[in-house]
């Protein structure tokens, strides 16, 4: 720093008066330690001013070069912004179109020609032989195209909303678990997730065989599968938890995405379930599950569903808006409109989406379950994990996944072992989970069958490990219905579920709804039994957003009517989600 102007130049005669020069450097000094004091007050302004134009992760204001002081450490270690991200509308190929809805005019007429023809002696023979060994119409299943179309599902509102675009997704390994499954079946739910899957999305397909013993899955499977570059096969024993873990242990997609071996997807039906896991990567969100009828397979629209148990461990089903406001608001807040994801206390089924890296690390799966067929009581496991553990179960609305509904399980556990392979499963859900409650479950269940204790200190270990909450917290948040009332012993009680009215078809058809006169109710590709009429909250404001990393995009909204060539000027709803799920991953 050049000295001030009051002192004496290098080179001039010094003063002969000592005391003023003495004088003079007391000044420098003091106006030297000034503007020191000054610039590091400058420098410390200018490192922990935030800069609002860097990237996340940016070292903006760090010294380059040399070390820095604590100030730029503080900086520096810090939280970076968190990148924002513009949601944008589905794609093209997600909605539907007169193309696709032709497509479906065909294959039903293809349909219902092949189930009121007349049969020959063999194709009786043929068509009962499959319904035994595989118990749905493998005969109808073999004349129908592996890739088939079916209408469009989704609500109305679905067309419209926005989501995380593709490039931010994460990418996806599709698990799809088998044993002895007819070869028409199983290849059209591949065709399926194929063609029906944003290829930049789709990482894998990972079939699971689990000791298949028919010929063509060693002759034939193979070959067939080497038309899909994306597939694999592995080999795993019979269980359904070990070809899981096995498949899980090799994946290499960002999310897990568990499939039964009897499924068709429909049109976006994985950009909505990978849109919620990117914005939390502790959530397992389901799809809506449609049903596929074993007799005839017609693709039936399914309801908005949520699972839940009583005190014995049995898995009960109830329509969603039938459910106690109370636990709504508990579980999961306040939903802005019928088509939001809403949470629930377990899934209602095996078929989910997940983040690979909690899935493992929490390990998801209790390999000490066992499971050769009908869900044994995992997706009750998986989902107290999920709650007591950091994470939280959710139904996306928005996605439709249809599974054939067979007449009975083709390939049961052993006669006999089925009761034992319950019990057992359940002994230890209520001893790993149950805490003080694991009383009550025993008392409750000790009539159903034998009990068949194992040992359980790994999993006990593993709850321990991963800081889970106590069962009570999950009685008191997730699953208030089940605390219900006391018994004159003092033990709490099932409180059932609401079930839907006596004799409601579980999967309404479209044509059984009434025919509003919404504008766009008369799109015939797109299901009729959604809402005509406009829920009030579904354009309410959003608030907080300064705090949601996913910010709606400008620009034109998508055409609510697929088949209307003119512009939409409809409003898009606003991003729901708005201020939730946007902790950061810590596996990432």
């Not at 020191?36 to 760090?62: D, E, K, M, R, W």
């Not at 490990?465 to 018994?487: Q, R």
Request: aromatic share 6%; glycine share 6%; proline share 9%.
């Amino acid at each position: 720093m050049p000295a001030p102007s009051s002192a004496p130049k290098s080179g001039t005669q010094p003063s002969k008066k000592p005391k003023s020069t003495n004088s003079t450097t007391g000044t420098e000094t003091w106006v030297v330690l000034l503007g020191v004091a000054l610039a590091i007050f400058c420098g410390y302004i200018f490192v922990t001013t935030p800069n609002t134009t860097s990237l996340p992760n940016s070292n903006s204001g760090v010294n380059s070069g040399g070390a820095s002081s604590p100030a730029e450490d503080s900086a520096a270690s810090s939280p970076s912004p968190q990148k924002k991200i513009e949601l944008v509308p589905l794609t093209a190929d997600a909605l539907p179109s007169t193309a696709k809805l032709k497509q479906v005019q065909r294959h039903e007429a293809q349909r219902l020609s092949l189930l009121n023809t007349a049969r020959s002696a063999d194709e009786e023979t043929a068509s009962a032989e499959g319904l035994e060994l595989h118990k749905y119409n493998e005969w109808l299943s073999n004349k129908l195209p592996r890739f088939r179309m079916a209408y469009d599902t989704r609500d109305l509102q679905c067309l419209r909303r926005k989501y995380v675009p593709n490039s931010d997704l994460p990418s996806a390994s599709v698990i799809i678990d088998f044993h002895n499954e007819a070869k028409s079946g199983l290849l059209r739910t591949v065709e399926n997730v194929v063609k029906r899957t944003p290829p930049e999305l789709l990482r894998e397909i990972i079939l699971v065989d689990r000791a298949s013993t028919l010929p063509w899955i060693t002759d034939e499977l193979p070959t067939e599968l080497a038309a899909y570059p994306k597939t694999r096969l592995i080999k795993s024993g019979r269980g359904i938890f070990a070809g899981r873990m096995a498949a899980a242990s090799v994946a290499t997609g960002d999310a897990l995405v568990f499939l039964p071996s009897l499924t068709e997807v429909n049109d976006g039906w994985l950009e909505p379930l990978l849109d919620r896991v990117k914005r939390n990567p502790k959530v397992i969100v389901a799809p809506v599950l449609d049903a596929i009828e074993s007799d005839s397979l017609e693709w039936r629209t399914g309801l908005t569903m949520q699972g839940s148990f009583d005190w014995a461990l049995n898995t009960q089903i109830a329509q969603f808006e039938t459910e106690p406001p109370l636990a709504v608001e508990k579980r999961g807040g306040k939903r802005r409109g019928k088509n939001d994801p809403y949470a629930v206390p377990i899934l209602q089924h095996d078929l989910f989406v997940v983040n690979r890296a909690w899935f493992l690390s929490s390990q998801m799966h209790d390999p000490g379950m066992e499971s050769w067929g009908e869900p044994t009581g995992h997706n009750i496991e998986v989902s107290l994990k999920a709650w007591m553990c950091g994470g939280k179960v959710e139904v996306v609305p928005c996605s439709h996944v249809a599974v054939v509904n067979r007449l009975a399980d083709p390939h049961p556990m052993q006669p006999g072992d089925i009761l034992v392979t319950v019990r057992r499963n359940r002994d230890r859900i209520a001893n790993v989970w149950f805490d003080e409650y694991a009383d009550t479950y025993f008392a409750t269940s000790s009539k159903t069958a034998v009990s068949t204790h194992t040992d359980t200190t790994e999993r006990k270990t593993l709850r321990d490990t991963l800081k889970c909450k106590p069962f009570e917290w999950y009685l008191t948040n997730i699953l208030p219905e089940l605390s219900g009332a006391k018994a004159e012993t003092g033990t709490p009680q099932p409180k059932q579920p609401e079930q839907p009215p006596v004799g409601e078809d579980p999967f309404a058809d479209a044509d059984d709804e009434a025919d509003s006169a919404a504008p766009d109710s008369a799109d015939p590709q797109v299901n009729a039994n959604s809402d005509p009429f406009a829920d009030d909250n579904d354009d309410e404001e959003s608030s907080g957003d300064s705090a949601d990393p996913f910010v709606e995009s400008e620009g034109d909204e998508p055409n609510l009517d697929p088949f209307d060539d003119s512009d939409s000027d409809s409003t898009q709803d606003a991003d729901p989600f708005d201020g939730e799920d946007t902790e950061a991953d810590p596996f990432l």
